[in-house]
């Protein structure tokens, strides 16, 4: 079992910057891929970011590229989200996720392939 435990949600102004983190607890090598994904109201969740763990490769929806990062801490039981850049549209409740097999097999951005998920932290980007 892996628990997942967000933080660092908010509320900031369109253009502005939030880092949310993640931090693992339980048995988190079982986890080789981490993912960030999203949901507004009325709409879908949708995959954010992910990463294999281990320095591993990154991955990233279109339209937050060039302003998302998803990094692990040096603990490596915590993952980020650095987002910078933020618009209206990026408003949403983010949830971090733990997936029993690398990102690159399968499809990353389906929510389905993911095992474990933490509770989400609210961001909110306002004009």
């Known amino acids: 079992q892996v628990q997942l435990v967000e933080s660092g949600g908010g509320s900031v102004q369109a253009g502005g910057s939030l880092r949310l983190s993640c931090t693992a607890s339980?048995?988190?090598?079982?986890?080789?891929?981490m993912g960030w994904f999203r949901q507004a109201p009325g709409k879908e969740r949708e995959g954010v970011a992910a990463?294999?763990?281990?320095?591993?490769?990154?991955y990233y929806l279109d339209s937050v590229k060039g302003r998302f990062t998803i990094s692990e801490g040096n603990a490596k039981n915590t993952l980020y989200l650095q987002m910078n850049s933020l618009k209206t549209e990026d408003t949403a409740m983010y949830y971090c996720?733990?997936?029993?097999?690398?990102?690159?097999?399968?499809?990353?951005?389906?929510?389905?392939?993911?095992?474990?998920w933490g509770q989400g932290t609210q961001v909110t980007a306002s004009s």
């Open positions: 996720a733990g997936k029993l097999y690398d990102c690159d097999t399968g499809a990353w951005w389906q929510d389905g392939r993911y095992t474990y």
């Open positions: 339980g048995h988190i090598y079982d986890t080789p891929c």
């Open positions: 990463i294999n763990r281990g320095g591993g490769s990154t």
